[in-house]
């Protein structure tokens, strides 16, 4: 029985190690195993990112920048009180985001003004810009009264927000450094609230939305045609009201208080809609009129260089500041000069091969 007993303790311990070296085996394998597919997943994220790395720098050549949309027949079907981010949207499927590519030439030309809308706008919290969902219902609105817009630009819709890949924190630098071409060349609307005019992104989104690109350079609206074709229309206590002011242009309201005013600069290129929300009112929209309306670009860039003109991060005011004192040279160069022929192509070509890399930091790769 003595035997027996030394036989069954020897058998259990022995057990019990084996235990303990397949628990201690399993923490190693599990370790080993994430190392591998941290390292394999690193790899794929370094080469979605050269490819994204590269694909700009060719964009870059040739003055271009591909921007996600969001589906302006989604938006007018769809009854979210508001829309998420654009990480959460893109995995949504079904056609609400797409691909788009703006080019510098195009959005001069007004090529884009019929079918694309660029939103300014403020953000309210910094994980959710609409957190009350009247942004989103503001452009539904507008929606319903311009069928011919099919894909709607919002920031947080359509760009990628908080920990992104590095692959989208390229794709996000470079779309953040061409968003002049989308305020330049699509149809705008402008959701005014009481602290738009002290913020850096939306000041210089209504400047160049209120601009008329032409082969003399950048022309602002005359004050006798804002006074003329600048409309405020008061609905019924209540409710959203629509009524048409022209067959391209209309005016609503929400509520008691003027809503929106068309700013039209000529009858045949007016792209901005400026809509009252919250707080603003008519009195707001004159000083968004007078306060920009007219600047000349050295003007604009000396009050966007001002310390009361806040900006989240200065480096945004270091990008885009000297983009505008160049900006009318551009549009020059672009409108009166001759029509592109092959060697431009080869000129274009040439840059490519020069473009220098869209930098990403080695925090960013390893992020």
């Not at 769809?78 to 499927?93: A, N, V, W, Y």
């Not at 005014?192 to 209120?210: G, K, N």
């Not at 007219?294 to 009050?303: G, L, R, S």
């Not at 991060?313 to 900006?327: A, V």
């Amino acid at each position: 029985m003595l035997a027996g007993s030394y036989i069954t303790a020897i058998v259990t311990a022995s057990l019990c190690a084996v235990l303990i070296l397949l628990v201690l085996s399993k923490g190693r394998l599990l370790r080993w195993w994430t190392r591998i597919r941290h390292t394999i997943q690193a790899a794929i994220e370094r080469d979605e990112m050269l490819e994204e790395r590269e694909q700009r720098a060719h964009e870059a050549a040739r003055h271009e920048c591909t921007f996600w949309f969001v589906s302006a027949a989604h938006l007018r079907e769809s009854t979210d009180k508001c829309l998420p981010s654009f990480q959460q949207l893109s995995k949504r499927g079904h056609g609400w985001l797409s691909k788009h590519t703006i080019a510098r030439d195009g959005s001069f030309r007004g090529a884009y003004a019929q079918r694309y809308l660029a939103v300014s706008h403020r953000w309210f919290a910094r994980d959710a810009p609409d957190k009350d969902g009247l942004q989103l219902a503001e452009i539904r609105i507008y929606l319903e009264a311009h069928p011919e817009v099919q894909w709607v630009w919002y920031d947080y819709w359509c760009m990628p927000q908080g920990d992104r890949t590095p692959a989208q924190k390229v794709a996000f630098n470079y779309m953040l450094q061409n968003v002049n071409y989308l305020y330049l060349g699509c149809s705008v609307l402008i959701l005014l609230d009481l602290s738009y005019l002290s913020r850096f992104w939306t000041q210089f989104e209504a400047w160049l939305s209120f601009q008329v690109p032409s082969p003399d350079g950048l022309l602002g609206p005359k004050a006798d045609l804002w006074r003329s074709e600048a409309e405020f229309i008061t609905g019924q206590s209540g409710r959203s009201k629509t009524r048409d002011v022209t067959r391209r242009n209309r005016a609503w309201t929400r509520g008691s208080s003027p809503s929106m005013a068309n700013v039209n600069t000529k009858a045949d290129s007016s792209r901005c809609t400026v809509a009252p929300i919250y707080n603003a009112n008519s009195a707001i929209c004159a000083c968004l009129q007078a306060m920009w309306a007219e600047k000349t670009p050295a003007e604009a860039h000396d009050i966007l260089a001002k310390e009361d003109v806040t900006v989240t991060s200065l480096k945004d005011k270091d990008m885009h500041l000297p983009k505008i004192l160049t900006l009318n040279d551009e549009i020059i160069s672009v409108l009166a000069g001759a029509p592109p022929t092959n060697s431009d192509h080869e000129k274009s070509d040439k840059r490519l091969q020069r473009a220098p890399p869209i930098n990403v930091s080695a925090e960013e790769l390893s992020a």
